[in-house]
């Protein structure tokens, strides 16, 4: 399913459709601030698998990420200090991943690394999904660590690619090619661990 949603002023109709297939554990593509991303609700083990297994993540070896929709929602899920709190309230939303100690709210699958990625896209479509989901949602960027191909940009040939391993495709216009600037706060200095869209306001 292919559905078109304006990011200045995002239907609640639409909204509710795609918050309906999270709940019952399907799998969205959708766009952010960066590139466009697949997830799922970050609560549900199983769907958190199946992407897991899809874009061969492994999940003990790998940092898996959650969109949240404000700082007060971060706390609930990942440990920050306050200089890490104002650092991401400086910084967000926007095109950041921030990586923190995890809190036992999440399930196990996130606790094989002790750490979580966080993002608050500057979104309003994904910012929307996840406020009316009530929980976080698990995000893999759909482009390639390696190459920027056309097709991540473009959502028609997203959608081409993967509308058979998916259950909804969020058309929210064209995507960005640079992935998010990852920030490693479980130091005690944040470190950026990799330079992409956005600069960071130390």
């Known amino acids: 399913m292919l559905v078109k949603i304006y990011p200045e002023n995002p239907s609640q109709k639409e909204i509710d459709r795609i918050v309906k297939i999270l709940r019952d554990g399907g799998l969205?593509?959708?766009?952010?601030?960066?590139?466009?991303?697949?997830?799922?609700?970050?609560?549900?083990?199983?769907?958190?698998?199946?992407?897991?297994?899809?874009?061969?993540?492994?999940?003990?070896?790998?940092?898996?990420?959650?969109?949240?929709?404000?700082?007060?929602?971060?706390?609930?899920?990942?440990?920050?200090?306050?200089?890490?709190?104002?650092?991401?309230?400086?910084?967000?939303?926007?095109?950041?991943?921030?990586?923190?100690?995890?809190?036992?709210?999440?399930?196990?699958i996130y606790k094989n690394r002790k750490t979580v990625g966080v993002r608050i896209p500057d979104n309003n479509i994904i910012r929307e999904l996840v406020r009316n989901l009530g929980n976080p949602i698990m995000t893999t960027s759909i482009k390639d660590d390696d190459e920027v191909l056309e097709y991540t940009t473009d959502p028609e040939l997203i959608y081409e690619k993967y509308n058979h391993q998916i259950d909804a495709m969020i058309d929210g216009g064209y995507g960005d090619i640079s992935p998010s600037t990852i920030v490693n706060c479980t130091e005690a200095e944040p470190e950026i661990i990799r330079q992409g869209k956005g600069e960071l306001i130390l």
């Open 28 to 108: 969205v593509i959708y766009p952010t601030d960066t590139v466009y991303a697949m997830g799922c609700d970050a609560l549900n083990v199983r769907a958190v698998e199946q992407i897991c297994k899809l874009k061969g993540i492994n999940p003990q070896r790998s940092n898996l990420s959650i969109i949240c929709y404000d700082l007060s929602d971060v706390s609930e899920y990942a440990r920050m200090d306050n200089n890490i709190f104002k650092l991401m309230k400086r910084n967000l939303p926007g095109p950041f991943t921030f990586i923190l100690n995890t809190t036992s709210v999440l399930p196990k």
